[in-house]
């Protein structure tokens, strides 16, 4: 993986088609200094998916991506999201639908992003963490707007990777 350091610039997207559309327009060069963080949603209604299909935005992103690093994460605006989606959003077992289709697509350079709320009380979350930093280097975290301290939501995700 490209040092993260040197990439410049991480545009938060949603896999809609006109967002994908512009970025898969965008050179390699500039793709090779971005990390971009894809807010996964479904596709568009189909006969065959008639509540959309994350697995063709995934698709589509391993398209303009190839094998860049670039953050996975959930789209959690109700307009955008499915039946699958909700079901990775689920905190149940440390969140272990989305950390099984994080596997499915390991062959990708994902970056999956950590899901915390205000209201956790963090066990779910460690027990991602501890999971998923065994199969991916790098993990990414989303914070509330409103956190009054941030020590209380980084600590437990930090203690994880000492752990290792």
Not at 52 to 78: S, W, Y
Request: aromatic share 10%.
């Amino acid at each position: 993986m490209k040092p993260i350091q040197d990439l410049i610039y991480s545009p938060v997207v949603k896999t809609r088609d006109a967002e994908l559309k512009g970025l898969e327009q965008l050179s390699s060069s500039v793709k090779d200094k971005i990390l971009p963080v894809y807010e996964l949603t479904k596709s568009r209604k189909s006969s065959r998916a008639p509540d959309g299909d994350i697995f063709k935005r995934m698709k589509k992103i391993a398209e303009i991506q190839q094998d860049r690093p670039f953050v996975l994460d959930l789209c959690t605006d109700e307009k955008y999201i499915n039946p699958q989606i909700e079901q990775l959003l689920d905190e149940s077992r440390g969140y272990s639908y989305w950390l099984g289709f994080l596997n499915i697509h390991k062959n990708l350079n994902i970056i999956p992003m950590v899901h915390l709320y205000d209201d956790e009380d963090f066990e779910e979350v460690e027990s991602f963490v501890r999971s998923a930093v065994v199969d991916f280097q790098v993990l990414a975290v989303r914070l509330p707007f409103d956190l009054d301290d941030i020590e209380h939501y980084v600590a437990p995700i930090a203690r994880c990777y000492l752990r290792q």
